[in-house]
Structure formats: structure tokens, C-alpha cells
């Protein structure tokens, strides 16, 4: 954890994309999710999400605090699954062929 919040301490002095400061919310946000801190991880995730939303492992994550906060609703939130079918599919007509 230590190694994380400085390096959250040193990305709020440096210029970082947004992808690099998304991906830094969601490795917090899993090591949150190891440690059982589900608050911190939820927090993780939101800012996270604000950066990057279409990355398969917030989802991913996101699937897994719902599970362990014993959410079977939000576990298995269709319109979340079927928004990031929908962002995918339109990166890949984006790609040029």
C-alpha cells in the first residue's frame, strides 16, 4: 500500500494520461479488495471509472466488490455487461482494417 500512495502522490505532480492514472485507481482498488477494505476499493473503482470506463478489468472488479458486499444484484448487472459489449464493439469499428 505504501508503494501505491506515493505513487498516487507523485502522479498528482506529474502529467499522466488518463489510462496510467486509471489503471494506478484500479490496482488500488484491487489490493483494496484483497485486503477486505471494500470502502477504499468502491472509492478506487469510482475514480477509476471517471478515467477509463471502458477497461474489461473495472469491470471485472466492479463484478467482484458487488459479490463480496453480497450484492447478487449488481454481481450480475446486465446494462453494465451489455454497455461495455457496446463500447467494445464501437472500438472495434474504429479500428482500421
Avoid at 55 to 82: C, E, I, M, R, V
Amino acid at each position: 500500500m505504501t508503494w501505491y500512495n506515493l505513487s498516487q502522490r507523485l502522479a498528482t505532480h506529474a502529467v499522466l494520461n488518463d489510462q496510467c492514472l486509471a489503471k494506478l485507481h484500479r490496482n488500488l482498488a484491487s489490493t483494496y479488495l484483497w485486503l477486505n477494505d471494500l470502502s477504499h476499493a468502491r472509492d478506487n473503482l469510482e475514480r477509476a471509472e471517471k478515467l477509463d470506463r471502458k477497461s474489461p478489468h473495472l469491470f471485472y472488479l466492479q463484478f467482484k466488490l458487488s459479490l463480496l458486499q453480497n450484492d447478487d444484484n449488481a454481481g450480475t448487472n446486465q446494462q453494465s455487461f451489455t454497455q461495455y459489449a457496446d463500447l467494445y464493439v464501437m472500438e472495434l469499428h474504429q479500428i482500421p482494417i
